[in-house]
């Protein structure tokens, strides 16, 4: 019989995880975990080579960026080798330190060019996040070389360069244009006062406005001065303008009436030479080059500037030599700059300051640089204890170069792969 007071025992498993279950968790926990590890490492990994070569690239990019703020000349001058420049430039065997392309010829630094027109330049020590690269820079020609007219004695370390812009005559002919223009469309002039000149017949556009009714006089000025051996020379240019009986027609009225328009537009003055800084190495003033674009008064060339004076005074103390060198208009025609060359009449005006600052011009205004003709206006020259017309000889330059940063661990010889290398172009 059964009894109900009874309970029934039941057995229990206290047996656990047997070794063989154990094992297969731990296979299956690497299996799962490997990979997993695996894929942490690789992200570290490519992090930090991303960041390296985050580095070396904004590293490479300064060095290019730099070197297209230079020319070439400029560039070979400051990898001198001059201890107050620890980098040098170097030619021949890589990683070589010994060649340098500045020099000294009479006692007088110059540049050197390079006779394959290769360059090479070494940088070292280039400080970045912490991180120390060296850099090695190649220049090699983009193009052929063009010939160019050449002065072969500029010294690009003490000579003075004047580089006119080519639009500054344009600029200054279109503001007189619109100063015209505004004297007759706004109902006050510049001093607040009514405009006699606003009311009309018909609507004036800046088109309309009669340019031959405008008269300009262009004056460039350099100044030559040193001293306690410092030397400056500063080139500054002013536009007077005129414009005489320009005819309007008020309201209601069929005869014209007439008004004159006179003033002055001034380039703001710039430094062509200063040697505050580096008279201490020996700079001092050479010669002064004056590259500019003739004032024309034909049409063709978009301006209408009946004359142009060129005054050099010489205050320093010495005889120098001024190159003045007339550009050719690449944007008119040869046949228009043929013309314009034709009734081009400069006047050219030497002022030295007394005794021993004569000054010696060399120039090209007896050329015609349209290549059409040979024939040039009337130039007038004036002050100068010597003028010469031969001064130039045509010269084959390379105006585009390809540039090359390879950048490497600090300390390195150049003779392996670089950590990378950055490739651009740079003009001359």
Not at 11 to 37: D, F, M, Q, R, Y
Not at 86 to 93: H, I, L, N, W
Not at 181 to 209: C, K, M, R
Request: proline share 4%; net charge negative; charged share 20%.
């Amino acid at each position: 019989m059964w009894n109900v007071g009874r309970h029934r025992k039941q057995k229990l498993n206290n047996k656990g995880l047997s070794l063989v279950e154990i094992l297969v968790a731990v296979v299956i926990l690497a299996l799962v975990t490997g990979p997993l590890l695996h894929s942490f490492v690789s992200a570290a990994r490519y992090n930090q080579r991303a960041k390296e070569r985050q580095r070396t690239t904004t590293a490479a990019q300064s060095v290019m960026e730099g070197f297209k703020a230079f020319d070439l000349e400029e560039l070979c001058w400051q990898f001198s080798g001059d201890p107050a420049h620890p980098f040098r430039v170097y030619s021949g065997a890589t990683g070589s330190s010994t060649g340098t392309y500045v020099g000294e010829v009479d006692g007088v630094r110059q540049f050197i060019p390079s006779a394959d027109n290769t360059y090479e330049f070494v940088i070292r020590n280039i400080s970045f996040e912490g991180m120390l690269y060296d850099a090695k820079i190649n220049l090699s020609p983009a193009a052929a070389g063009v010939s160019v007219p050449s002065v072969e004695t500029m010294n690009g370390y003490r000579d003075a360069v004047y580089k006119q812009p080519n639009q500054q005559d344009m600029q200054a002919f279109s503001e007189v244009v619109t100063k015209v223009w505004h004297a007759l469309i706004d109902e006050e002039l510049e001093d607040g006062s009514p405009n006699p000149y606003h009311d009309f017949v018909y609507t004036y556009e800046q088109g309309d406005i009669d340019k031959d009714k405008i008269r300009l006089e262009k004056t460039t000025t350099v100044n030559i001065n040193t001293s306690g051996g410092i030397s400056a020379v500063t080139v500054s240019v002013n536009y007077h303008y005129e414009v005489t009986n320009y005819p309007f027609y008020p309201t209601d009225e069929v005869h014209p009436e007439y008004f004159d328009l006179e003033g002055d537009i001034s380039v703001p003055s710039v430094t062509i030479y200063d040697n505050t800084d580096t008279v201490s190495n020996g700079a001092l003033l050479g010669d002064v080059y004056l590259y500019y674009y003739p004032a024309y008064s034909s049409g063709p060339a978009g301006t209408r500037i009946a004359g142009e004076k060129i005054e050099i005074y010489n205050n320093s103390g010495e005889a120098k030599n001024i190159y003045l060198i007339k550009q050719k208009k690449t944007s008119v025609t040869d046949t228009q700059l043929n013309t314009c060359e034709n009734s081009y009449t400069p006047v050219v005006v030497g002022v030295p300051a007394g005794p021993g600052n004569e000054m010696h011009l060399f120039h090209n205004l007896n050329q015609n640089v349209s290549g059409v003709g040979s024939t040039t206006g009337t130039f007038s020259i004036s002050g100068m204890a010597e003028v010469k017309t031969d001064m130039f000889t045509e010269k084959t330059e390379i105006l585009l170069y390809n540039v090359k940063v390879s950048i490497y661990e600090s300390g390195s010889d150049f003779s392996g792969t670089a950590l990378l290398d950055l490739e651009g172009t740079m003009n001359d």
